[in-house]
Each structure stands twice: as C-alpha cells, then as structure tokens.
C-alpha cells in the first residue's frame, strides 16, 4: 500500500469496500472534503473484479487508479480475496489488518452491514473484526507480527443504500461534480454497452440517480448534497450552542 517515494504510509481516513467502485458510489464525496480539510485518505478493496459481468479486474485496476486520483487519495490498494465470495475467515481478517498496522488510520468507513450484495455484507462484520484484531499486540500470522500494533478509534459505516435513519451526514456539496467524475471514471461499468444491459443503470440515467441520491440526504441535514453514515455508539456533545442542523 505505500506509495511510491514515500517514507510515511500513515493516513487519517481509510474506507474499506468490497469492490473496485463501492467507495465511489458511496462515500467519495467525503473522502473528497476529508481531503480539502488536510487529511490523508486511503482506500482498501478486498477484491479484484475477477467475477464481474462487465469489465476484467486488469481494466478494474486502472480504472480505479483512475478515479483515486480524481479522489485525492494518498493511497489505494486491493487484495486477492474472491470476488463473489468473500469470507469472513481469520485469514482474510489478517490480511485486512496487516493493512490497517501499515496505514494506522484513526477513521475507517465500512460499508453498511445488511445489502443485497453478499460481499457487501459480509465486508462489514470483517472488516470491524479486523480492526479489532490489529490492535492485538500478540497477533501473528500474514507477517503482521513484524508491525506496531494499531486499533483505529472510529469506524462509521457508509449507508447510502441502506433503508435505515443515519446517525449523521457530511455535507458533499462542493464535491458533488468530482464525485460523479471519480465513478464515471468505471467506463468498463457505467458506459453503455449490450454486455449486462438489463442489469446495470443506463449512462444517462447515472448522473440523474447519483444527484438525486445526494440530495435526498442533504436535505435531511439541511444542505444541498450529503453522504450518510451510521455509528453504533452513542455520540458526546459537549455544547448545546453548536449542534448542527436547525430543529424548525
């Protein structure tokens, strides 16, 4: 995961998806404000594409090289898991953690714990177990014994296609266009083509869709485009004077 030159591989944010283009569907706007505000941010996918029905996991790979930088990402990797059939085993644990020991983020984004998409599902229960297990300063197995134990101290879970309230909402407005860009970025997915054409939304009806999606949950929050999220544990307010969001 280090990126070329670089001595310091710690980033702040780390979002971790099951595939090449989930991030971008579903949190991109807020890696894109985490990074106007200073912070590094870094995606981890568990798979390759392999199994998709459209596109190869080497056209996958540059594409999502593609849209990292569009993204401002420090940095972006991708592990061998099976696409299609990702398995909440301690192995893959350890391969997520030894990750997590690399880049020492404080903030991980996991995908929503219940969807349609079993590797989608199944990413979130791994993905916490893995962040549970980094911190392990026994842990071995993977080389991840030869790294600095590291527990992350937040995790938040990207919910945009769940049917849940979110806990909160980031404000995506400024980044809205770069947003739509980082995912058109897929061309071998979202540009037309007979290939899955019954299961994949028309090019034209994406921006429409993606707009739309943004909206409804800026307006939950009393701004123009939002990403949502949910937390499992209570949040702390230390001043009344400075929630966000008016009531009426």
Known sequence: MQAPGETDSTVDVLAIAAHRDDVEQTCGGTLLRMNAR???TAILDLTQGESGTRGSAAERA???AQAARILGV???GALDLPDGAIA???DNRLKVARVLRELRPRVVILPYWEARHP???ICAPLGYEACFLAGLARLEGQGIEQLAAHRPFKIVYASLYADVRPSFVVDI???IEQR????MAYKSQYANQAQGGGLFVPEEEIR???FAEARHYGLLAGVKYGEPFVQREVGLVDDLMLLPVQSI
Do not use: I, V
């Open 38 to 40: 200073g912070l590094r």
């Open 62 to 64: 540059q594409e999502a």
């Open 74 to 76: 420090f940095q972006r």
């Open 88 to 90: 909440n085993s301690l």
């Open 119 to 121: 590797d989608h599902a």
């Open 173 to 175: 407005t400024p980044f």
């Open 180 to 183: 739509l860009a980082a995912l």
């Open 208 to 210: 429409e869709r993606t």
